[in-house]
């Protein structure tokens, strides 16, 4: 791919030396002072105040020490006592498709079919003809009762746009018929190796696609143009901003066109971090396959700039949980006649293994979707291998998501040094019909917070956004109550898995920048460190941890400058 090639190539000239910065070395620029700061340094886990110079911290303490750091053009923001974190770091989003959906219809909230049915005619109504209907996050699992949707629902009021709106977890998507006549699939076309076309009792598509099997209408969609990227950027970067993530790690587009657009929303963060309009700090992953033309180019993980890095790695080895695609070792309770599906890309699990094998010899990160516990255990037995085959070296091997744990696998994490890579919003969300998925054993190590941190593993929290809110206080909010979003378990769902608001906080900022190879630079509050910054609009740590979801982030701080006041 030229296009990739010429990425890589600008990037290698856009890197930027670290900056040295010695503390307490002339005036500070910004300057915090009579608050909690937690700072995420256990030598020093709380000050009153913090002293900011250029784009980074250069001193920690109390309010009279970091006030002799200032000058007449110093800003002091009194902080009246209100806590601060290091910026969040959301360790999984989908950036571009999360920007994008926000400007897309709207199905999320939709709680029955004729809902669902009624947004999808008024957006229609708005656009013009022959323009694609795209995202929507739809969730079946909130109609009564739960029930696939078909495109005969939708067709009598889309007929002049062809329609691909995606489920909550981006596994499974609905078309209309016409983008079933555009991308010319009918009862004739064949199965999917890795996906699903969901078919009725004459064998006629439904309009149902699970997994790979999306790709055979993806393959039809116009491809985005750069204006368009970069202004589902600019809006990802906003929503951002206003919840306190200085940093997200972009797992990238799972689309059948998804490497081609991922490069151009690569250079679209180029062309922002160019302009000076690059407010958020990224780690980008391309699909495994393109391992070698990253080699090629020498680009090892962790290369790039303080704002934009390349070097990182996304594969699958299953579907979702509510897709029914999520890969098990027994039938789901609901659906006996499956145990789900390995991944496109797990079907010839030697080949999977090689491509793993080859680009973690050449110095790349590597992050594996896995969410099932046979394709979890599957992962895990890969690397394993292997780091026996490679040897030690740095990399900080990733698990996407790691919902459905056996027992016996938790240990593994820790004893071969895997990161795992959760999203405890899912948690709340999933957990109003998990049990009937998958049954009441299964879930006793379901989003397994507390036993993988008593087992000694790394957290690294995340949103997974578009498919959850890319707010980090209501993922601890998730995980410190485990209450579902139904209402129905207030004392949390499986709580016996509850962790600290301390840990969970240390998941959204120590653990995501210990993901991605960043905890040397970010992070902590501390004296060298980039200055990224949010303050609340309560203390966290001392509230009724149910009172979390309705705290706020009041003040964004990044890269040194104030960026996000709330009113």
Known sequence: MQALSIVIAEVLTAVALFPVVASGQGQADLVLVRGKIWTENPRQPEVEAVAIQGNRIVEVGDTDSVLKLTGPKTRVVDLKGRRVVPGFNDAHVHFYMGGDGITSVQL?????????????????????????????????????????????????????????????????????????????????????????????????????????????????????????????????????????????????????????????????????????????????????????????????????????????????????????????????????ETSGIPSQELLDPEEMYREMRDADRAGLQLAVHAIGDRAIRTILD?????????????????????????????????????????????????????????????????????????????????????????????????????RTLDGQNPDGWVPQQKISVREAVHAYTVGSAFASLEDGIKGTIEPGKLADLAVLSGDIFYMNPVEIENAKVNITIFDGKVIFERK
Not at 291 to 301: D, F, P, Y
Not at 411 to 439: E, T
């Open 108 to 336: 999320h909230e939709a709680s029955s079919a004729e809902e669902f049915r009624k947004r999808i005619a008024d957006f229609a109504a708005s656009r013009p003809k022959g323009e694609w209907i795209l995202n929507g996050n739809w969730d079946h699992e909130r109609w009564t009762p739960a029930h696939l949707p078909a495109h005969q629902l939708i067709d009598e009021v889309t007929s002049d746009n062809p329609v691909f709106v995606n489920r909550s977890d981006g596994h499974m998507a609905l078309a209309n018929a016409l983008a079933l006549k555009l991308a010319g699939v009918d009862r004739n076309t064949k199965d999917v190796p890795g996906g699903v076309i969901v078919r009725d009792a004459n064998g006629n598509p439904t309009g149902i696609f699970k997994d790979a099997a999306k790709g055979l209408i993806e393959r039809v969609l116009p491809h985005p143009s750069m204006e368009h990227i970069l202004s589902a950027l600019q809006a990802a970067q906003e929503y951002a901003t206003e919840n306190g993530v200085t940093s997200v790690q972009d797992m990238g587009v799972f689309t059948a066109q998804g490497v081609n657009t991922m490069v151009d929303v690569i250079r679209g963060y180029q062309i922002l971090e160019k302009r000076g309009d690059l407010r958020v700090r990224v780690s980008t992953h391309l699909p495994l396959a393109d391992w070698k033309r990253l080699a090629s180019a020498g680009i090892m993980a962790d290369f790039g700039t303080e704002k934009l890095q390349l070097g990182a790695l996304k594969s699958f080895a299953d579907g979702s949980l509510g897709s029914t695609t999520a890969w098990f070792f027994e039938p789901y309770s609901d659906a006996p």
């Open 382 to 482: 890969m690397f394993e291998k292997l780091g026996r085959e490679n040897g030690a070296s740095e990399r900080r091997l990733r698990i996407e998501h790691a919902q459905h744990l056996s027992p016996v696998d938790i240990p593994r994490f820790a004893k071969l040094h895997v990161v795992a890579s959760m999203q405890p919003y899912h948690a709340i969300d999933d957990g109003r019909w998990a049990d009937k998925r998958i049954g009441p054993q299964r879930v006793k190590t379901t989003y397994a917070f507390r036993s993988l941190l008593d087992a000694g593993a790394v957290l690294a929290f995340g949103s997974d956004w578009f498919v959850a809110p890319m707010n980090p206080l209501a993922g601890i909010y998730a995980a410190v109550t485990r």
